[in-house]
């Protein structure tokens, strides 16, 4: 085994322990000490640097039966991380190496190597594993090229838009020719950017007034694509604007997400008919294979600074759970990271 000394006595873990009821409150949840565990045959301890929080979580936290199964109840959830090797029983695997892996939420994981990426902290910052190169970049990077059949010329809206996935969505549309990108976002500040900084041709800022209003004044002749982060009132914005053989891409529903009853469906499905449109969800974890293609493409475009990217950076696991609380609000630009 190889090992770095000095760890600490405890390691402090955030544990689930009642199923939230609407948007999550501080009491349902428990920040633990617990053992620094050791690592068994074929397992690496990770000190983990920078944790993960994202809007999936909240679903894992009910007990409905999902694409992913649910916290367990007392048990430390789970989540991206990228950390560090601290000590090694695995062949491959050293102190020193940094790994990408699902045991977030926590400070030190105990996990099998073959459920840890190694990634190079000189080949790009390590918290961009988490975003603009890891999940949410390849999430936007599918959904609108694969889910939604993207081509050049496209009119391209997308909501969300100044969080991890919605800020790449458009900056990739637009770097692949896009005829007009659209964003919306729920501050003033946030539209700002898109249209600043990140090269949106309009953005609006979906609290200020109905969104179908807002969208048809920021594309008067439509839309091809719409990218999907919230859902609700967006959804059926997007449909009514919708152009022929237009495409709606689902990749999220945050604006439904802490809800106790079931939000109502769009009421203009009917115009899909009129419009040949086309609506169909997807989930990153069935992309991968679109993974070095993304890198390949992307990559260069993150370096040369062609493609912005921001981060919420929060600091220390015990604000690990307002960061992911904040996700909900809205406190994020960009890729909302807890830092170790
Ligand atoms: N299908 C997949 O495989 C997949 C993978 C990753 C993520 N997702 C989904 O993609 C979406 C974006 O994820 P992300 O990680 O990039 O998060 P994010 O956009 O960085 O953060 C979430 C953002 O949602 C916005 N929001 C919160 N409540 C809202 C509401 N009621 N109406 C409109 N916007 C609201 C907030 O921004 P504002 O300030 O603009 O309100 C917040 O910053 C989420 O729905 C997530 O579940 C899906």
Redesign the pocket.
């Given at each position: 085994m190889t090992d770095s000394p000095a760890l600490p006595a405890v390691n402090r873990e955030w544990h689930l322990v009642t199923r939230p009821v609407g948007w999550p409150k501080p009491e349902d949840f428990a920040l633990v000490e617990a053992e620094v565990p050791t690592p068994g045959d074929g397992q690496v301890l990770v000190r983990n640097l920078y944790v993960s929080v994202?809007?999936?979580m909240?679903?894992r936290m009910s007990a409905a039966k999902s694409y992913a199964a649910p916290y367990e109840l007392g048990k430390v959830m789970q989540g991206g991380a990228v950390g560090e090797v601290v000590a090694s029983n695995a062949e491959g695997f050293a102190a020193g190496d940094h790994v990408l892996h699902f045991f977030g939420w926590r400070e030190y994981a105990a996990l099998d190597a073959k459920n840890a990426v190694k990634v190079d902290p000189d080949a790009a910052p390590l918290s961009t594993y988490l975003g603009v190169l890891g999940?949410?970049g390849l999430?936007?990077y599918?959904?609108l090229l694969r889910t939604a059949s993207f081509k050049e010329g496209d009119s391209v809206f997308v909501?969300?838009?100044?969080?991890?996935?919605?800020?790449q969505v458009g900056q990739i549309a637009r770097l692949k020719g896009a005829s007009r990108v659209i964003g919306?976002?729920?501050?003033d500040e946030?539209v700002k950017l898109l249209l600043d900084e990140y090269g949106f041709d309009a953005a609006f800022n979906?609290?200020n007034g109905p969104v179908s209003e807002q969208l048809r004044a920021a594309a008067p002749d439509g839309v091809d694509v719409y990218f999907d982060?919230?859902?609700?009132d967006?959804l059926e914005a997007a449909i009514g604007s919708l152009n022929l053989n237009g495409r709606i891409a689902?990749?999220?529903?945050?604006?439904?997400?802490n809800n106790t009853e079931p939000a109502p469906g769009p009421k203009n499905l009917a115009r899909l008919i009129q419009t040949r449109g086309r609506i169909e969800?997807?989930?990153?974890?069935?992309?991968y294979d679109l993974q070095p293609q993304f890198v390949e493409e992307v990559g260069p475009w993150v370096r040369s600074g062609e493609l912005k990217y921001r981060e919420t950076v929060v600091e220390g696991i015990e604000n690990n759970l307002e960061a992911f609380l904040?996700?909900?609000?809205?406190?994020?630009?960009?890729?909302?990271i807890v830092k170790l």
């Open positions: 994202d809007p999936y909240r679903g999940m949410t999430t936007a599918a959904g909501s969300g838009a100044a969080g991890a996935v919605g800020s919306s976002a729920g501050s946030k979906y609290k982060n919230v859902g609700g967006h689902i990749c999220g529903a945050i604006s439904v997400y969800g997807f989930l990153v974890g069935d992309h904040g996700v909900l609000r809205g406190d994020n630009t960009g890729k909302m």
